[in-house]
């Protein structure tokens, strides 16, 4: 009798056991298909969404224009002022003194930039320590050979707008043909490319003339 009583109990407490319950719920939940509703993943209203989500990175080649500029040989396609002063850097190069350049290297508020990084002082003074003979006559040369070289027209739509020469600052000095070595090399050795092409761009000396006949700069360096 004792153990009939017992059984009855344990059945009631099965009945209304929470475990019971739970478990009853979950198999039941589990072949309901109603349940699937509760169980995706809910649409997030991007509007509404604190947190942004992080934008896919844009190519550079998207907005980039790799096109190198138009090369030049033509003197009379230059701007008479440029032109001109093109024509008494040669002359004075030529003539053999240095001291013939300084009536066209600017003025004192407004001077033609010789170095990339230091305060010239003395430009006739610098125009020869930056020559092997010490005075001026090698430097004067490159002038020589780089204002007979091919030159690019550069920056025309802005304030920067310039004459350069050699064109190749705008080259990819790693992609330069045979015919552009060789102009290359009339101008500076082998061994000066090899060196700039682990800088990766024409670092050798440039002169830069404004459209309105300003020496802006004889520089070398990156």
């Known amino acids: 009798m004792k153990s009939f009583v017992f059984c009855l109990l344990l059945g009631a407490l099965s009945l209304y056991s929470p475990v019971a319950n739970s478990v009853n719920v979950a198999s039941t939940d589990l072949t309901d298909d109603t349940?699937?509703?509760?169980?995706?993943?809910?649409?997030?209203?991007?509007?509404?969404?604190?947190?942004?989500?992080?934008?896919?990175k844009k190519s550079k080649s998207a907005n980039s224009n790799d096109t190198p500029p138009k090369v030049e040989y033509d003197i009379e396609k230059l701007p008479a002022p440029v032109k001109l002063m093109r024509q008494k850097i040669i002359d004075a190069a030529k003539s053999g003194d240095v001291n013939n350049l300084k009536p066209l290297l600017g003025t004192s508020s407004d001077p033609t930039q010789l170095s990339v990084s230091d305060n010239v002082k003395d430009p006739i003074d610098y125009i020869k320590k930056l020559s092997g003979d010490g005075d001026g006559l090698e430097t004067m040369a490159i002038m020589i050979d780089l204002l007979n070289s091919?030159?690019?027209?550069?920056?025309?739509?802005?304030?920067?707008?310039?004459?350069?020469?050699?064109?190749?600052?705008?080259?990819p000095i790693d992609k330069l043909t045979k015919p552009q070595l060789v102009e290359l090399f009339q101008i500076m050795t082998a061994g000066d490319l090899e060196e700039m092409k682990e800088i990766g761009t024409y670092s050798f000396f440039r002169i830069g003339i404004t459209p309105d006949g300003k020496w802006r700069f004889f520089i070398t360096g990156d």
């Not at 509703?37 to 992080?54: Q, S």
């Not at 091919?150 to 080259?171: K, N, Q, S, T």
């Open 35 to 56: 349940l699937k509703v509760h169980t995706d993943v809910p649409k997030v209203d991007d509007a509404a969404n604190p947190i942004p989500l992080p934008e896919a």
């Open 150 to 171: 091919g030159y690019v027209h550069l920056d025309e739509e802005d304030d920067e707008e310039i004459y350069v020469w050699p064109y190749f600052v705008a080259m």
